[in-house]
């Protein structure tokens, strides 16, 4: 049996880039290289280049000042998200999968009486009714989700049908 960790495998298995960019991919805040560093490892300069090449690639972002601050950069993983939808579904199933969101969209308005899930109150709920309100946090954040993947979906059903009318087979 093996006593090495999953942290010391990952840090003999992975280089300092594929390293960085592991982290990058799920750092929604700004933070600074040094951060990155301590997490993967490696020295601060290593974790700085990294970053600037994941900078470069589009895959992170950069905040000026001092010191500088990165985080990931949620446009490129929205846009590969799409490219990978439109690649590995045809534009009929994509469009399918769109209108089965739509319902359970209109299935949320109809429940709550409102076009939205930013319109929902909770003036209605009883204060000490704790499961209830959990219950409408948990419906909004699906229903925002939900709302997110119809957007995601909808560019991929363009997309695959521009790789189809391109003569590129989708």
Known sequence: MNDQSAADRWGEERTTFQRVYD???GTREFERAGTFAER???SETAARNALEQLTEMGIARRREGRPAAYRRNDSYFRWKRIESLASEHSPTELRRRVDELID???AFQDRYDV???ETVGTDDLPVDDHEALHERWEDLRE???LRRDIRVLREAVERAES???DG???
């Open 104 to 106: 359970r969209d209109a």
């Open 115 to 117: 076009p939205d899930p």
């Open 168 to 170: 590129v087979p989708a």
């Open 143 to 145: 229903w925002r989700t």
């Open 40 to 42: 993967a490892d490696c």
């Open 163 to 165: 790789r189809s009318d």
């Open 23 to 25: 982290l990058i991919v």
